[in-house]
């Protein structure tokens, strides 16, 4: 069953302004992961948060997470119209389980 | 270098036949997965295989037979393929203690 659920589903924003996406998800987690998927591309990983972790960097990228709201968000400042993209949560339980992934949102940076 | 690789990276064919996609990963990965993802972008684990053993078959039909030769390969067979089977397969792997999965660049299989 769906894990995750991303909301916008689609946001269009202008190149320059910060892009903002939440993630939903139902159960108990060990890791929530954030994911791009390019048109016809594969997925290609972003960032990683545990559970035990409250906010996380990774260049212009900023991931924050709340277990009690079983919430994330997924900030992308200044964006470049090569954000152009899906942008997947996925939540992982243990070990080397299947992640499950949310339904994405689409972003879409004009230049 | 191509990480996880799969072939062909395009499927045409008609319902009720065979076919097979095949999936490579050279980072030395232990554990192997198969998603299908639909025309709606909903991404789904169909398998996944640890050291060549199967670990998950969530509820995929019995026409799909996936098989790993080695820890480096992780292929799928589907039989008397379906108009539904149309999709993107995305094989992908992952590390012992890693969370984080490498993935394919996805096979788009079209059904007639």
């Known amino acids: 069953s769906q894990q995750g659920e991303e909301d916008p589903q689609a946001l269009s924003i202008q190149e320059g302004e910060n892009a903002t996406m939440n993630c939903s998800y139902k159960?108990?987690?060990?890791?929530l992961q954030w994911y791009r998927q390019n048109s016809g591309r594969g997925l290609v990983h972003l960032i990683l948060?545990?559970?035990?972790?409250r906010e996380k960097h990774s260049g212009r990228l900023r991931v924050t997470l709340d277990t009690s709201k079983k919430s994330s968000s997924l900030l992308i400042t200044a964006s470049r119209a090569a954000d152009t993209a899906s942008y997947f949560c996925?939540?992982?339980?243990?070990?080397?389980?299947?992640?499950?992934f949310g339904k994405g949102t689409r972003l879409s940076v004009i230049a | 270098d191509t990480a996880v690789s799969q072939t062909p990276k395009y499927l045409v064919t008609q319902m009720g036949n065979d076919k097979s996609i095949k999936c490579e990963q050279n980072?030395?990965?232990?554990?192997m997965y198969w998603y299908k993802q639909d025309s709606k972008k909903f991404l789904k684990i169909m398998f996944s295989?640890?050291?060549?053993?199967?670990?998950i078959n969530e509820t995929v039909p019995n026409r799909f037979s996936p098989k790993s030769p080695d820890k480096a390969h992780l292929n799928l067979h589907i039989n008397s393929l379906e108009l539904g089977d149309s999709a993107v397969y995305f094989c992908?792997?992952?590390?012992?203690?890693?969370?984080?999965?490498?993935f394919g660049p996805g096979t788009r299989l079209t059904v007639l």
């Open positions: 992908a792997s992952t590390g012992t203690s890693r969370h984080e999965q490498f």
């Open positions: 159960t108990s987690i060990n890791n």
């Open positions: 948060i545990r559970s035990n972790e």
């Open positions: 996925a939540t992982g339980a243990s070990g080397n389980t299947p992640l499950v």
């Open positions: 980072l030395g990965h232990d554990t």
């Open positions: 295989y640890n050291n060549k053993e199967l670990i």
